[in-house]
């Protein structure tokens, strides 16, 4: 059987990687690891890493490492060239792939009123998800357009057991 993995880290674009490390520490309290850096297609063995995972037309980026409390990393990156480009819409959430990340907060009203303080969005009401339990959700969106939701306990507590409780809902 295999085992199950751990969650290590998530991927972010965007257009002022200065002002996502701010805002990462200051609104949702991540931890800096690593302070932006660049990283080139100038022949180097790092250059060599993001050129081949990038491709072709790669050739400079800004990269900063965060850490939530629980140790998920949270990789910040500022294309240079080609440019980080921020699209009109970033909640597709019918498009495939990823549409958000979800992070753990004690008061998530707390946390989503400063998320609107500084420049994101709330996109919900906070919702009590389950009749009998007060586990609550809201979906915001960070300045750059990544949506946030924030859930009120880990997410095993909100999910195990369950299906065994159709009542629930």
């Excluded at 059987?1 to 996502?20: E, F, K």
């Excluded at 701010?22 to 660049?38: A, I, N, Q, S």
């Excluded at 919702?127 to 859930?151: F, R």
């Amino acid at each position: 059987m295999q085992q199950p993995m751990r969650m290590n880290h998530i991927g972010l674009s965007v257009p002022d990687i200065d002002a996502a490390v701010k805002w990462y520490v200051e609104v949702l309290g991540c931890f800096l690891l690593v302070p932006p850096t660049d990283a080139k297609n100038d022949g180097s063995h790092f250059g060599q890493v993001v050129k081949d995972i990038f491709g072709a037309r790669f050739e400079a980026v800004k990269m900063a490492h965060l850490s939530t409390a629980d140790g998920v990393g949270i990789e910040l990156f500022q294309f240079i060239e080609p440019k980080t480009e921020v699209p009109a819409n970033t909640f597709e959430y019918w498009r495939g792939g990823i549409f958000h990340f979800c992070l753990t907060a004690v008061d998530i009203e707390a946390v989503a009123e400063r998320i609107d303080a500084n420049g994101g969005k709330v996109l919900s009401k906070v919702w009590k998800l389950w009749k009998n339990k007060e586990y609550k959700a809201v979906y915001c969106q960070d300045p750059w357009g990544t949506i946030v939701e924030l859930c009120s306990r880990p997410y095993e507590q909100f999910w195990s057991n369950l299906a065994a409780h159709p009542e629930s809902f």
